[in-house]
């Protein structure tokens, strides 16, 4: 114990310094902004409409796409079990197609923006399935995530409830507080 106290002693303003410089660049680390990728199924409608001798089933998905990091993703791979009869991007933008070994329909985005939302809007015809099977992109793998179609409602009742939270927070903390004490 001796031997770490006359080692502080000599040198605690280079072992501050160090001990500093490795915290901010941990920190630097964990903080820099990096890309989230999520990605889910918004509704999938099928239809069977009879024509002369046989049925035509249409089959319509809509999935979403969603940078929630702070970095661009880039080469955004969605990855469809069948080829889609037509596709819908929105917003528009560039995209191209190709297939891999195992048959399955490759969508490439070039580029995603931090907080960017993209719609896929497929229609499969005659084709029982219209699932996507992956997301991702250069950076990381895409999460698969549910998505909610719910109505948006106006910035002033998410922060009344926002604000009703944390007071409701604080009275629970302070009348346990109480009883405590």
Partial sequence: MEVLS????????????AGLAMLIAVGTYYLRPR??????QANKSWHSIPIEKSDVH???????????????ATNVEVVYED??????IFPQRYYSTSKNPDGAHIVTIPFIAPKELITLDGVFINMNRGNVLSVKC??????QVTFW????????????????SVLGT????????????
């Fill in 138 to 143: 250069k950076e990381r793998e895409g999460k």
């Fill in 170 to 181: 604080a009275f629970i903390i302070s009348t346990f507080i109480k009883i405590i004490g």
């Fill in 83 to 88: 080829e889609p009869t037509n596709l819908l």
């Fill in 149 to 164: 179609v719910i109505r948006r409602l106006p910035n002033w009742f998410y922060n009344a409830f926002l604000i009703l």
């Fill in 35 to 40: 890309v989230s990728l999520i990605w889910g």
């Fill in 6 to 17: 006359n080692i502080w002693a000599g040198y605690s303003s280079e072992l501050v310094a």
């Fill in 58 to 72: 249409i089959i319509n998905v809509k999935n979403f796409v969603q940078n929630t990091g702070r970095a661009p």
